[in-house]
């Protein structure tokens, strides 16, 4: 792209630059997200709040199905 097409370009470069923020951010709460040390870290918590009665056994096998696909689906990605 040359001088013209940079200079055309350069009233939109604020919003490029925050698309570009907003894709890094997104990127990284994918990273957390689906990182396995996090999801195991998730799982012990769930299972102390299960001992300690804050949840049913219900909530514990939703929310550990859920932990589980996403540990999969981590190691999946790798």
Known sequence: MGLLGELLLL????VRGTFWVLRQVAD???RRYYDP???RREL?????QL???EIDEEEFDRRED???DRLEQAAGAS
Do not use: D, K, N, Y
Not at 44 to 48: A, G, I, K, P
């Open 44 to 48: 012990s918590q769930l299972e102390r």
């Open 37 to 39: 040390s996090t999801i």
């Open 66 to 68: 859920e932990l589980l």
């Open 11 to 14: 009233p939109a470069a604020p």
């Open 51 to 53: 001992e300690a009665c």
């Open 28 to 30: 990284e709460a994918e």
